[in-house]
């Protein structure tokens, strides 16, 4: 009897906490709700929260994540979405989820002031992504430490190959960075599949980690905790502007670059807020906080002032980096599972 009136009484609270849980859901959503998943530097995250906020009276739930990671998350709850908006990131794994149908298609009344990559990114996602910023690969070394091992100014991609950069080179995990895995296309775009993995087996031997994030070696170099890292440029520039003893590099033979793109998760339950914040990303005064967060890279708004400090893509030996099929889900699958079984388990 005892045991049965507390199963009741237990059955009775847990439907009204159940009750209360769905009221306050429902209120947080009635008084403006966000949940972003953002690719970005946490810095940078954080000012778009605030100033979304600050500007809409929103409040935004914001996690960083690596791209890579981004994706398997959105993926994981594609059947009762957590996120409403995943904002910036390498474009890859956007052009992934839009094949794969879990986020959403939308056309935002802000695409005619876009440059024409941010729009051809749109159009191949079939509405489903945007590009929002654009920056380069390359890599960095720090110039004391270069110095004090003897180590050669590296110029090109060939040159991290050199003996004397043994344990002395710092990359992501293209699995769950975005910057990596631009790497891993680029490479493959430029010396070709099989001479590329070539390549990625030898610069194996002188990675001393695989980092989660992208930018990690940016800033393990500003430290001195390696000589040499491969990230975005713009990711480096930020340690130049914080005066750390880092040179940044663009390699001689050219180089691949990201289109970082945003996408709306399909089932958002803020979706008229995601539609607010996507318009809002795509305005020249939104994409001013890039620079003001210390991010460099180039904007996709036609009038958002370049910052000075981004590299000039002009100047840049560009690949003819081909979006589509590397951001296509059986590439992109093959590819990095090609990694993991012939570079990454290497000794
Ligand atoms: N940081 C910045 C400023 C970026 O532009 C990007 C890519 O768009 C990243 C980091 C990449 O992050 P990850 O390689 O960790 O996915």
């Not at 009344?109 to 440059?115: A, D, F, I, R, T």
């Not at 000075?308 to 000039?312: D, E, H, L, N, S």
């Given at each position: 009897m005892t045991v049965k009136k507390n199963l009741a009484a237990a059955t009775m609270l847990a439907g009204t906490m159940t009750a209360l849980s769905f009221m306050s859901a429902g209120a947080a959503q009635a008084q403006g709700a966000l949940v972003m998943y953002c690719g970005v530097q946490e810095e940078w995250c954080r000012a778009m929260t605030t100033a979304f906020e600050r500007e809409t009276g929103i409040k935004v739930s914001m996690t960083r994540k690596s791209a890579g990671e981004v994706y398997a998350q959105v993926k994981a709850e594609?059947?009762?979405?957590?996120?409403?908006i995943w904002w910036g990131g390498t474009g890859d794994p956007h052009m992934q989820a839009a094949e794969e149908g879990i986020t959403d298609e939308y056309k935002s009344?802000?695409?005619?002031?876009?440059?024409d990559w941010a729009v051809r990114q749109w159009e191949q996602s079939k509405g489903r992504t945007v590009g929002i910023y654009s920056g380069a690969l390359g890599f960095g070394y720090n110039t004391e430490l270069a110095q004090s091992k003897k180590i050669g100014e590296p110029k090109c991609w060939?040159?991290?190959?050199?003996?004397?950069?043994k344990d002395e080179v710092q990359v992501a995990d293209p699995n769950s960075s975005g910057t990596a895995y631009t790497l891993l296309a680029t490479i493959v775009q430029i010396m070709g599949e099989d001479k590329g993995f070539e390549y990625l087996k030898a610069l194996h031997k002188n990675v001393n980690q695989y980092t989660k994030s992208g930018a990690a070696p940016a800033k393990a170099m500003a430290l001195g905790e390696t000589t040499a890292g491969i990230a975005f440029m713009h990711d480096i520039v930020t340690m130049v502007v914080d005066k750390a003893p880092v040179k940044v590099v663009a390699p001689c033979e050219g180089t691949g670059y990201e289109i970082g793109s945003m996408s709306i998760i399909k089932g958002a339950k803020n979706l008229d807020n995601a539609k607010k914040f996507y318009d809002w990303a795509l305005t020249a005064d939104a994409q001013k906080l890039g620079a003001e967060a210390k991010s460099y890279q180039v904007p996709?708004?036609?009038?958002?002032p370049i910052p000075?400090?981004?590299?000039?893509l002009n100047d840049i030996k560009l690949i003819n980096f081909d979006f589509a099929k590397y951001g296509s889900s059986a590439e992109r699958k093959r590819l990095l599972s090609k990694w993991d079984n012939e570079v990454k388990n290497l000794p």
């Open positions: 594609a059947a009762n979405p957590r996120a409403d009344p802000k695409m005619g002031e876009l440059q060939a040159d991290l190959l050199k003996p004397e950069l996709s708004n036609k009038n958002t000075p400090q981004a590299p000039k």
